[in-house]
């Protein structure tokens, strides 16, 4: 097994991860990347998900993201989020509540100027990224 | 010359002034170990991000994003002012309103219209007092405990507001936190973002290894472009933790001079109260000496 790599993963706020890991999965923009020690370096904008870890145990982690960037380099992956939670810290109720505003208003009214109308977008893919990392694993 | 009754009313009056002070002092201590906290929670974030950008700053070629654009003609700015919701802190609200004042006019003898956002109740009755255009207020964000979420909700408005042409600048005034007795008021450029120094952070870790260039996903001018609206929004998100911070700062000092200058007052006043006691006592005894006096005679 190769070493380990330097997990950060920071938001505004707090640092919520910081840790080591075998190997980190994230969901670029572009599409999911996995992460070892000795890559490339590495930038990218990542979109709302979930980041997949493996500590140094070998324990699967999850920890939920959205709005950011990571960075990889050989022996560190910074994640940059607007918010960020470990699988455990997430709200469920507050992102279901959260889910039924965000169904409510997209159903409501069609003709949404289109801020609103991507904020709630943007809510609602928050609240069931959310809760499908809690509910199914 | 007061009556005794009265000296010691005042005395009770100034020991209970003297009392809510020193909570306040409390308070404010408390509240404001609170703020540092949330401005170290956000160092980490703060310093990686200057990193990441000064370096794809660095890269990147001109033209990349029409936030670093400067305008040509400016004739229309927006400030975004932060001061406190509460009063009781010195003469920190109204060094920032006197910095705004002093902005505003210089923009207002160039022929520049200018209009506010207000962070804090101060702020926002200042500029109502003196009716000034308000876009938008915010009560309740400074001193208290805020998200990143409130920067970047204002945030979002001012680059829209910029790209649309409805402001050709914006700028921020809030008070940076120094130390526990400075707290000056700074007034930044927010938009359009002045030029990034790639070698601001001069503590940079040597072993970074920026010269291998990063491969980027999508392109670095991209990138940069997705970076730079955050870059404001982070920038209006720590001057609302200082301004926080040093409203706290600044009340507990206001606070502890209003504890010391009553204890002062207790002082000076139960010296005049005793004299008075001593006084009044003198003055029965010679009454005493001189009724017996006569009951001899």
């Known amino acids: 097994m190769a070493e380990n790599i330097q997990l950060e993963v920071v938001t505004p706020e707090k640092t919520v991860a910081s840790e080591e890991a075998q190997i980190v999965a994230s969901p670029g923009t572009l599409g999911e990347f996995g992460v070892l020690s000795g890559h490339t370096p590495f930038m990218t904008t990542l979109k709302t998900g979930v980041i997949r870890y493996t500590d140094a145990q070998g324990t699967e982690r999850y920890v939920f993201v959205s709005g950011g960037f990571a960075e990889a380099l050989p022996d560190k992956v910074t994640v940059l989020a607007e918010s960020a939670e470990r699988r455990l810290d997430i709200d469920i109720e507050r992102a279901k509540a959260s889910r039924e505003r965000a169904e409510k208003r997209l159903a409501e009214d069609r003709s949404l100027e289109d801020i609103d109308f991507t904020r709630a977008r943007g809510a609602l893919e928050r609240a069931i990224v959310r809760i499908s990392l809690v509910e199914t694993r | ?297």
């Open chain 2, 1 to 297: 010359m007061a009556t005794l009754k009265d000296i010691e009313l005042k005395i009770g009056a100034v020991k209970k002034t003297k009392q809510i002070t020193k909570a306040m002092n409390m308070v404010a201590a408390s509240r404001l170990r609170g703020a540092q906290a949330n401005t170290e929670g956000f160092r980490p974030y703060a310093g990686k991000f200057a990193e990441v950008l000064g370096s794809l700053a660095s890269n990147a070629g001109e033209g990349t994003s029409p936030l670093l654009e400067p305008r040509e003609q400016v004739k229309k700015v927006h400030v975004v002012l932060c001061t406190s919701d509460r009063g009781l802190c010195g003469g920190f609200n109204s060094n920032l309103i006197s910095k705004a004042e002093a902005f505003l006019n210089e923009k207002v003898e160039q022929g520049i219209a200018v209009s506010f956002t207000a962070f804090g109740k101060k702020g926002r009755d200042w500029a109502r007092r003196n009716k000034l255009t308000i876009e938008s207020e915010h009560v309740g964000v400074v001193g208290g405990n805020f998200g990143f979420n409130v920067a970047s909700t204002a945030g979002r408005g001012f680059v829209e507001g910029f790209i649309e042409g409805t402001y050709d600048e914006v700028y921020i005034i809030y008070a940076e936190f120094i130390s526990m007795a400075k707290q000056p008021p700074v007034l930044k450029q927010i938009l359009p973002i002045p030029p990034i120094d790639p070698a601001e952070d001069e503590e940079k870790d040597e072993n970074t290894p920026y010269q291998a260039e990063h491969i980027c996903e999508p392109s670095a001018d991209e990138l940069l472009g997705e970076m730079l609206p955050r870059n404001v929004y982070v920038q209006i998100y720590s001057a609302l933790l200082e301004t926080s911070t040093s409203e706290h700062a600044a009340r507990m000092m206001a606070m502890d001079n209003a504890t010391n200058a009553c204890s002062d007052m207790i002082d000076n006043l139960t010296l005049i109260y005793n004299k008075a006691r001593q006084a009044a006592i003198t003055a029965e005894l010679m009454d005493i000496v001189g009724g017996a006096e006569a009951l001899k005679g």
